[in-house]
């Protein structure tokens, strides 16, 4: 008969760093990414890596955002670039407090 959780009642654990948002958090509390690689790890669960590569790539595409939030930065990059433009063709003036000056409050 199979030892049922053997690595628990031996005080290890050898598959937790395999998934980067399911290991310990502080105040018990699930990490930020944690949602979107449990459907990531749902998708992929017994189809097999090329298969599930194919097939679970939009998971694995959010959960790779909600890590590295490379889309957010350029977004923000061409946000700014924007700015930027405009700021030199004259058609956008910064506010006050984003030129450091102080607001002059009673």
């Known amino acids: 008969m199979p030892f049922w959780e053997l690595q ?3 005080g290890i654990d050898v ?3 395999l998934l980067r948002q399911s290991t310990a958090q502080p105040y018990g509390k699930a990490a930020a990414c944690h949602a ?3 459907e990531w790890v749902e998708c992929g669960h017994g189809l097999g890596q090329t298969r599930a590569r194919r097939e679970c790539q939009p998971e694995y595409e959010d959960f790779m955002e ?3 939030r490379t889309k957010l930065a350029m977004r923000l990059k061409t ?7 405009m700021i ?3 058609k956008y003036t910064l506010p006050d407090y984003h030129k450091g000056k102080e607001d002059n409050r009673p």
């Open 8 to 10: 628990r009642q031996l």
């Open 15 to 17: 598959d937790r760093w």
């Open 36 to 38: 979107f690689e449990r």
């Open 66 to 68: 909600c890590m590295h």
């Open 79 to 85: 946000i700014l670039e924007q700015r930027d433009k």
């Open 88 to 90: 030199k063709e004259g």
